[in-house]
């Protein structure tokens, strides 16, 4: 079965720090991996996707991740946090039919 | 464009009301969606839209009622809510298959 885990459900960097948002996935098909960031009261707003082509994804607001195989990951990073990233981050996998399985979320805290 | 519009953006209803949540796209998406998301919580799929086609309904009560008038529009009619259905509701839409959902504001629902 298809599933995503999202280590850390609160993660607190200073500006200026690396972010680092880890994302575990299993699939049972090559994976199609999405990064999506929410920020309050808001929609769900696309970060970046890796569908079987470059392993390192770049994204909008200077974020990228990288899909390694051999450790099932696809971990978001930002070498440099702003105030403006403190929002809610969620890892998902596509599985066809529709279907986005979500991690639960990790919500990042940025401190001046 | 990859905008997906909702209306309303808040809503309050009491529990013998009837409301409709609308959704449009113009990106030619053959594919819409609803969830429903809870607080610091993952969006929890309800529907799936496949060419205005109902394709997935994730054993949602029969209070609410999807409807997709033609390829750009999505409705979520509502009766008889409980107050645990607060919430926000997301649209998606998306190309189908496995490709990229782009979502919507939400509705912020509030069952009295």
């Known amino acids: 079965a298809q599933s995503v885990t999202q280590l850390g459900s609160h993660v607190s960097v200073s500006e200026g720090a690396l972010v680092l948002l880890r994302c575990n996935y299993s699939s049972s098909v090559p ?6 960031v929410q920020y309050p009261n808001q929609g769900l707003q696309l970060l970046l996707k890796y569908t079987s082509a470059a392993t390192l994804v770049k994204g909008i607001n200077g974020f990228e991740a990288e899909f390694k195989k051999s450790e099932t990951s696809f971990h978001l990073t930002k070498p440099s946090a702003h105030m403006s990233d403190a929002a809610e981050y969620f890892c998902a996998v596509s599985v066809g039919g529709g279907k986005l399985i979500f991690g639960q ?7 001046p | 464009d990859t905008e997906v519009t909702q209306t309303p953006k808040h809503l309050v209803m009491g529990m013998t009301n009837k409301k409709s949540l609308k959704c449009e796209q113009h990106m030619g998406h053959r594919a819409m969606y609803w969830y429903k998301q809870k607080a610091k919580k993952p969006p929890e799929l ?3 839209y496949s060419y205005e086609k109902l394709s997935i309904n994730e054993s949602v009560p029969s209070r609410f009622s ?3 008038p033609n390829s750009s529009l999505l409705n979520l009619h509502l009766h008889a809510l409980q107050p645990e259905d607060s919430a926000l509701y997301l649209c998606a839409s998306s190309p189908g298959g496995r490709e990229t959902q782009y979502f919507g504001p939400g509705t912020r629902l509030l069952v009295l």
């Open chain 1, 31 to 36: 994976p199609y991996l999405f990064w999506y």
């Open chain 1, 105 to 111: 979320g990790t919500e990042l805290s940025v401190k």
């Open chain 2, 46 to 48: 309800m529907f799936v």
């Open chain 2, 66 to 68: 999807p409807e997709c």
